[in-house]
C-alpha cells in the first residue's frame, strides 16, 4: 500500500523509512503535556493507511440505517447510493481519521453497503408482510403480479415466433413457465431477486462511493501539502 511523504507529498512504499525523493524520515511524534510519564508514541506515516476500523464501523452503521430502511421501503436510486457511501468518508474523516484514499474508501463504503443492504432486505420483507396481511392488500399485490407476468410471458412469446421456434416447442416451454411464475413458488422467487439485486447494487454503489470519497479527500490533501 502506497503513502505520501509528509514533505513532499510524492508516493513512498510501505517498507520505506526515508523518503527517496527528499531525504525526510517518514515517522511521527504525538506531542505530549509537559511533565507527562508517558512516553512520546512514535509511529511511521505508512501506518496512517490503514484502517481505524472502530470510526468506520461507527460512521458506516450511523449512516447505514437511513440509507437501508428508505431503500427497503421506497425505490432509492443508486445514486442517492453513491452519494451516501461519499458522505460516510466525510463523517469517517470528521471522527479523526487521517490517510485516507481510495483503497481505505472501498473497504469503509464496503461496511456501509453490508450493513445498509441487511437493513434494506429486513425492511422490505417488513414492509411486504404489513401490506399484505396487516392492510389486506394480498389480492391486489397477487393480480398485480399475475398481470406483470402475463405480459412478460406475451413478450417472450412474441420474440420466439419471431425467432422461429416450433409452434410445439414454443407452445410447451410456454405452459411449463407460465405453470412456475404463476404459482407461489414463481411469485416468491422474483420477490427474493428483488431483494437479492437491490442488495447487490448497495453493496457495489456504497464501495464506490466510498472509494470516490476517499480518492477525492486524498487529492485534497496532496493539493494543501504541496501549497
Not at 398485480?144 to 421456434?165: I, P, T, V
Amino acid at each position: 500500500m502506497e503513502s505520501l511523504c509528509h514533505r513532499c507529498a510524492n508516493p513512498l512504499r510501505e517498507v520505506e523509512i526515508f523518503c527517496p525523493h527528499c531525504g525526510a524520515p517518514q515517522f511521527v511524534v504525538e506531542a505530549i503535556e509537559p511533565g507527562s510519564a508517558v512516553q512520546p508514541a512514535i509511529r511511521f506515516q505508512s501506518d496512517e493507511k490503514r484502517v481505524q476500523w472502530r470510526a468506520a464501523i461507527v460512521s458506516a452503521l450511523m449512516m447505514a440505517v437511513p440509507l437501508g430502511l428508505f431503500s427497503g421501503l421506497f425505490a432509492t436510486s443508486l445514486v442517492i447510493v453513491l452519494g451516501w457511501g461519499f458522505l460516510t468518508m466525510w463523517m469517517y474523516r470528521r471522527r479523526g481519521a487521517s490517510g485516507i484514499d481510495g483503497r481505505l474508501g472501498w473497504r469503509v463504503g464496503s461496511i456501509l453497503g453490508v450493513a445498509a443492504a441487511l437493513l434494506a432486505c429486513g425492511s422490505y420483507a417488513v414492509r411486504m408482510l404489513i401490506e399484505r396481511y396487516l392492510m389486506h392488500g394480498g389480492a391486489a399485490i397477487d393480480s398485480a403480479y399475475e398481470a406483470y407476468m402475463h405480459q412478460l410471458l406475451d413478450m417472450w412469446k412474441k420474440a420466439s415466433a419471431q425467432q422461429g421456434a416450433p409452434p410445439a416447442e414454443a407452445a410447451h416451454m410456454m405452459k411449463m413457465m407460465t405453470g412456475f411464475v404463476l404459482s407461489p413458488d414463481g411469485h416468491a422467487s422474483l420477490q427474493l431477486m428483488t431483494a437479492i439485486t437491490m442488495s447487490v447494487g448497495i453493496l457495489l454503489f456504497a464501495a464506490l462511493g466510498g472509494a470516490l470519497g476517499g480518492w477525492w479527500q486524498s487529492s485534497r490533501a496532496r493539493t494543501q501539502r504541496s501549497l
